[in-house]
C-alpha cells in the first residue's frame, strides 16, 4: 500500500487547513490511519489516527479540540481537518498506516508499516 499526503501549505494563525492522506488501493476493514507531525529539532509527534472499520478515532493531546480525523473508505483517503491553527503547528505532517495495529501502539509510529512522503505545513503568526 503506497500512501500519499497533500494539503500542505502556507497558512495565518487562526485559519483552517485540510490535509489529505490518499491509499493507492482500497485499505477498509483492519487498516489504520494515523497522522504524525514533526518540526524542526523536534521528534514525531503523534497527531490523530482512525480505524477504518469501525472509524474509532484518537488524538493527541495537543490538538485535541482543534483536529478532527476522518475517512471517506470508497474514495480509500482520510483526512485531517485542522482548525485554529498556531505556529506550533507548524511541522511536516505524515499519514501512516497499519493493517496489524494493536491498540496499545495506536499513538507509536513504530506500529505503522505505511508511510506517506509528508507534506508541510506553515503556520505564520
Known amino acids: 500500500v503506497q500512501l500519499q499526503a497533500s494539503g500542505g501549505g502556507l497558512v495565518q494563525a487562526g485559519d483552517s487547513l485540510r490535509l489529505s492522506c490518499s491509499a493507492s488501493?482500497?485499505?477498509?476493514?483492519?487498516?489504520?490511519v494515523g497522522w504524525f507531525r514533526q518540526a524542526p529539532g523536534k521528534e514525531r509527534e503523534f497527531v490523530a489516527a482512525?480505524?477504518?472499520?469501525?472509524?474509532?478515532?484518537y488524538y493527541g493531546d495537543s490538538i485535541k479540540g482543534r483536529f478532527t480525523i476522518s475517512r471517506d473508505n470508497a474514495k480509500s483517503t482520510v483526512y485531517l481537518h485542522m482548525n485554529s491553527l498556531s505556529t506550533g503547528d507548524t511541522a511536516v505532517y505524515y499519514c501512516?498506516?497499519?493493517?496489524?495495529?494493536?491498540?496499545?501502539?495506536?499513538?507509536?509510529?513504530?506500529?505503522?508499516?505505511?508511510w506517506g512522503q509528508g507534506t508541510l505545513v506553515t503556520v505564520s503568526s
Open positions: 488501493r482500497r485499505t477498509s476493514g483492519r487498516f489504520t
Open positions: 501512516a498506516g497499519s493493517f496489524t495495529l494493536i491498540s496499545s501502539n495506536t499513538y507509536n509510529s513504530a506500529g505503522y508499516s505505511y
Open positions: 482512525i480505524r477504518l472499520n469501525s472509524g474509532t478515532t
